[in-house]
């Protein structure tokens, strides 16, 4: 991979480049040269399409050979001033990074105010408001759908945001400590350990609390094994840990990220998970995460018609 940055592939555009732009005025310019006489008659040159579309010797109308003429002078004043020449920056220094940061720069300049006048309001009464509603939909569309979904209903390995079951807690303050900072859950590999048979026992007891169908004699032997291994994170009534984003195991319909059937429930404890939530708080600054933790919020705590 390091052959791709070195200092010959600079040389080796900048060399293609030159030569092509050489070439093409050359080129032009050979062929802007009169081939018919005053008063001698165009000849054909041999050439001939469909029976009778025949090539001739006239030249190309001055106009249209202007035009080539002034592309190859743009294309020259371009490769002076702009980025073409392999690592040659241009004489105006331009980058599309650096026309992105002026950019935003304007944006932030124009918006932040009123971000900012968010950002002193309470979460709940800046979820309420009409306008900032608004404002954290379109940060969401932007940043979040790709993993939630344009419905915030999530998708395998995303979580639901629109029940109430947070594997972290659904507070507002604690939906802006996720956007800010993320978060890290993993859970370990148990199938080397408990072995198939009690794996599938266990995960029969989690279907058993989970008020789902299940084997009563395998969740019978799974659950000394779930209260002895399992308690330690999800508790001993299987209603999860918040403080460490432990899912509660006990409602059917809760947080099941990658599924709640015996299949993967067994696949789970078998092989663990490990899911990251990655932060935002360089990336959004505080502002705009106070309104999209205020959307998030909204979506399962207000009422239907404030959400549209």
């Known amino acids: ?21 050489i070439g ?13 006489k005053p008063g001698e008659q165009a000849q054909t040159m041999g050439h001939v399409w469909d029976g009778d579309l025949q ?5 190309l109308p001055r106009w249209w050979m202007m035009l080539f003429y002034l592309t190859l002078i743009f294309g020259a004043v371009y490769l002076v001033l702009y980025p073409g020449l392999g690592t040659f920056a241009g004489l105006r220094g331009w980058t599309s990074v650096g026309q ?3 950019e935003r720069a304007q944006a932030e300049a124009k918006f932040m105010p009123m971000y900012n006048k968010y950002l002193q309001m309470d979460l709940k009464t800046v979820a309420a408001d009409p306008q900032a509603h608004e404002m954290g939909q379109r940060l969401f569309q932007t940043y979040c759908i790709q993993c939630h979904g344009s419905d915030a209903r999530g998708a395998k390995g995303f979580p639901n945001l629109v029940h109430h079951d947070w594997m972290y807690g659904g507070d507002p303050q ?14 370990p590999a148990w199938g080397a350990v408990l072995g198939e048979e009690k794996v599938k026992d266990v995960a029969n007891y989690v279907m058993q609390i989970a008020g789902k169908k299940h084997d009563a004699e395998r969740a019978a032997r799974g659950e000394t094994t779930f209260k002895t291994i399992c308690a330690s994170c999800h508790g001993p009534d ?9 899912p509660n195991l ?8 990658y599924g709640g059937t015996e299949k993967t429930i067994i696949e789970t404890i078998t092989n663990g998970r490990n899911n990251q939530m990655p932060a935002w708080k360089d990336f959004l600054g505080e502002s705009k995460v106070h309104l999209l933790a205020a959307y998030v919020w909204g979506l399962s705590n207000l009422p239907q018609q404030q959400q549209q």
């Open 1 to 21: 991979m390091s052959d791709f940055v070195s200092g010959f592939w600079g040389i080796y555009i900048t060399v293609i480049v030159v030569v092509g732009f």
């Open 24 to 36: 093409l005025a050359v080129l032009l310019i050979t062929q802007s040269k009169t081939t018919v």
């Open 55 to 59: 090539e001739y010797n006239n030249p």
């Open 100 to 102: 992105y940061n002026e």
């Open 174 to 187: 604690t939906i802006k400590t996720t956007i800010m900072g993320g978060r890290h859950g993993q859970m």
């Open 238 to 246: 299987g209603k999860g840990n918040t403080a460490i984003g432990a």
């Open 250 to 257: 006990t409602h059917p319909s809760g947080v099941w990220l």
